[in-house]
């Protein structure tokens, strides 16, 4: 079965990760949340490099980009989110629904390729 739920991203917990430090070491400026099991946080001042974003698909991958603008950085935040949708609507709503892991491994595939 699929999932249809809403397109709509919501802060994680409630915005309470905002200002600390995140995975790439560095400030969460923006940190949301997907209901069909996805999470993106944007960082800035990052141990390396100056922005970072960390895509977590619950379950199946975790990916992070490197930045060295904040423009560009929050545009591909939004990119993204916006293309991880059809990603998330192929995963299975419930752990004794049947899934096509196939399917999934190769939208995250196109998925990290479009946003290396």
């Known amino acids: 079965m699929i999932n249809v739920s809403s397109p709509h991203w919501y802060r994680f917990e409630d915005g309470g990760t905002l200002g600390i430090k995140g995975s790439e070491g560095g400030i969460i400026i923006e940190d949301e949340q997907h209901d069909d099991g996805g999470r993106i946080t944007l960082e800035r001042d990052c141990l390396r ?15 992070s980009r490197f930045f060295a603008d904040e423009p560009t950085a929050k545009q591909a935040y939004e990119d993204m989110k916006t293309a991880l949708l059809p990603v998330l609507r192929l995963l299975p709503e419930t752990a004794d629904h049947e899934i096509d892991a ?15």
């Open 102 to 116: 196939d399917e999934i491994e190769s939208a995250l595939a196109a998925f990290v390729a479009r946003f290396p």
């Open 49 to 63: 490099v100056p922005l970072a974003i960390t895509l977590t698909i619950y379950g199946w991958t975790v990916h």
